[in-house]
């Protein structure tokens, strides 16, 4: 009996002096609190004992677990629910809420969309060519119609800025993305199913935040480069600067961009007359319901030339199928100039389905 009473008592003790240890940090925290409302208060204890209580509580709540700086605090009962992100919002981070530590590199976040389709087009571009010399395919290439094409595209926050205020212009924030296109002839097996055409271009880009909730919500200043990585006489590529502005309303967002090309030696330019084709200006709009049961985007390309206009299009279809969270069957629509950089100055049409992957 006298052994069960001393164990009684011993950890009756230790449960005394974890919860001294758990407390202490609390008490600790209220004390200086508390000396100051004796000094303040010195002769009203109605004053004093209502600084003490506000003193304890603010204490406590400092003590009590905080969430994490990525996660969502959900809201408190009663209360009415937090707005949902919008999508210019979650695809430049405007609200700063993606990021965890400034000391580090953001996460992997989508820039482009990425799919997988399997397209053909109306219009095979057998033989490449172009003004520059030696550029010129000498031998018609053995291509289907038929191919696979996929992109991937994603960027990274690289560095940010609060409380600019220059213009309007609130926040600023300093981007680093990639977008890769490939265009697989999977089906020519007799040649081996070549890839006829892989386009990789990598940005460097600084989005200007303006904190409205809706109309212009940023402006993007970017450097590009873009190239196909060939050998004579397929090689194509260029580098350009843009300026691009982003508008919002409810469901519908609009990204408009005018680009200046960085010249090139002309012995070494290999595709001159790119912007005759190409294009100077693009334009990109998106629609996607509340229920997020599909998703259109359309893109407009145009090289801003009265006398010989040129431009390219492009639909984008999307909604949710049976394969996860993420998957969504995709169909696509093209016509014009520059689907793909070997094909700057070819005019086709194409149409492509398979799926793609949630932007958000």
Same mark, same amino acid.
């Given at each position: 009996?006298?052994?069960?009473?001393?164990?009684?008592?011993?950890?009756?003790?230790?449960?005394?002096?974890?919860?001294?240890?758990?407390?202490?940090?609390?008490?600790?925290?209220?004390?200086?609190?508390?000396?100051?409302?004796?000094?303040?208060?010195?002769?009203?204890?109605?004053?004093?004992?209502?600084?003490?209580?506000?003193?304890?509580?603010?204490?406590?709540?400092?003590?009590?677990?905080?969430?994490?700086?990525?996660?969502?605090?959900?809201?408190?009962?009663?209360?009415?629910?937090?707005?949902?992100?919008?999508?210019?919002?979650?695809?430049?981070?405007?609200?700063?809420?993606?990021?965890?530590?400034?000391?580090?590199?953001?996460?992997?976040?989508?820039?482009?969309?990425?799919?997988?389709?399997?397209?053909?087009?109306?219009?095979?571009?057998?033989?490449?060519?172009?003004?520059?010399?030696?550029?010129?395919?000498?031998?018609?290439?053995?291509?289907?119609?038929?191919?696979?094409?996929?992109?991937?595209?994603?960027?990274?926050?690289?560095?940010?800025?609060?409380?600019?205020?220059?213009?309007?212009?609130?926040?600023?924030?300093?981007?680093?993305?990639?977008?890769?296109?490939?265009?697989?002839?999977?089906?020519?097996?007799?040649?081996?199913?070549?890839?006829?055409?892989?386009?990789?271009?990598?940005?460097?880009?600084?989005?200007?935040?303006?904190?409205?909730? =809706? %109309?212009?919500?940023?402006?993007?200043?970017?450097?590009? /480069?873009?190239? *196909?990585?060939?050998? #004579?006489?397929? &090689?194509?590529?260029?580098?350009?600067?843009?300026?691009?502005?982003?508008?919002?309303?409810?469901?519908?967002?609009?990204?408009?961009?005018?680009?200046?090309?960085?010249?090139?030696?002309?012995?070494?330019?290999?595709?001159?007359?790119?912007?005759?084709?190409?294009?100077?200006?693009?334009?990109?709009?998106?629609?996607?319901?509340?229920?997020?049961?599909?998703?259109?985007?359309?893109?407009?390309?145009?090289?801003?030339?009265?006398?010989?206009?040129?431009?390219?299009?492009?639909?984008?279809?999307?909604?949710?199928?049976?394969?996860?969270?993420?998957?969504?069957?995709?169909?696509?629509?093209? =016509? %014009?100039?520059?689907?793909?950089?070997?094909?700057?100055? /070819?005019?086709? *049409?194409?149409?492509? #389905?398979?799926? &793609?992957?949630?932007?958000?």
């Amino acid at each position: 009996m006298k052994k069960s009473n001393h164990s009684a008592r011993l950890g009756g003790f230790l449960l005394l002096a974890l919860l001294c240890l758990e407390f202490a940090p609390m008490a600790h925290a209220g004390g200086e609190e508390f000396s100051l409302c004796a000094k303040k208060y010195p002769d009203s204890n109605a004053e004093r004992l209502k600084c003490y209580d506000n003193a304890q509580a603010a204490a406590t709540v400092s003590y009590l677990p905080q969430p994490e700086d990525d996660e969502e605090t959900p809201p408190a009962a009663g209360t009415a629910p937090v707005a949902e992100r919008s999508y210019l919002t979650k695809a430049w981070n405007l609200d700063d809420k993606a990021s965890r530590d400034e000391s580090k590199l953001g996460r992997l976040m989508p820039h482009r969309q990425s799919y997988l389709l399997v397209r053909k087009t109306g219009n095979v571009n057998n033989q490449p060519a172009s003004p520059a010399i030696g550029h010129n395919t000498p031998t018609p290439y053995d291509f289907d119609a038929l191919e696979t094409k996929f992109q991937l595209s994603f960027k990274a926050d690289i560095g940010s800025q609060k409380d600019v205020n220059f213009w309007g212009l609130e926040t600023l924030r300093l981007w680093g993305a990639y977008t890769q296109q490939s265009n697989w002839q999977m089906f020519n097996t007799r040649n081996s199913s070549p890839f006829r055409e892989t386009n990789y271009e990598p940005e460097l880009i600084a989005t200007f935040g303006t904190g409205s909730p =809706s %109309g212009l919500k940023l402006v993007n200043l970017g450097l590009a /480069h873009q190239s *196909n990585g060939r050998n #004579l006489p397929e &090689s194509r590529s260029w580098n350009r600067l843009y300026l691009q502005g982003g508008w919002e309303w409810g469901n519908t967002s609009v990204m408009a961009r005018g680009w200046w090309r960085i010249p090139e030696n002309s012995l070494k330019d290999e595709n001159p007359d790119i912007t005759d084709y190409v294009g100077r200006a693009d334009l990109v709009a998106r629609w996607e319901p509340v229920d997020k049961s599909q998703a259109v985007a359309i893109l407009l390309r145009n090289n801003l030339n009265l006398a010989k206009n040129r431009g390219f299009m492009q639909v984008d279809w999307s909604m949710p199928v049976a394969l996860g969270n993420s998957a969504r069957l995709h169909a696509q629509l093209t =016509s %014009g100039f520059g689907e793909s950089l070997i094909d700057y100055n /070819h005019r086709q *049409n194409t149409f492509g #389905l398979g799926f &793609s992957f949630r932007e958000w």
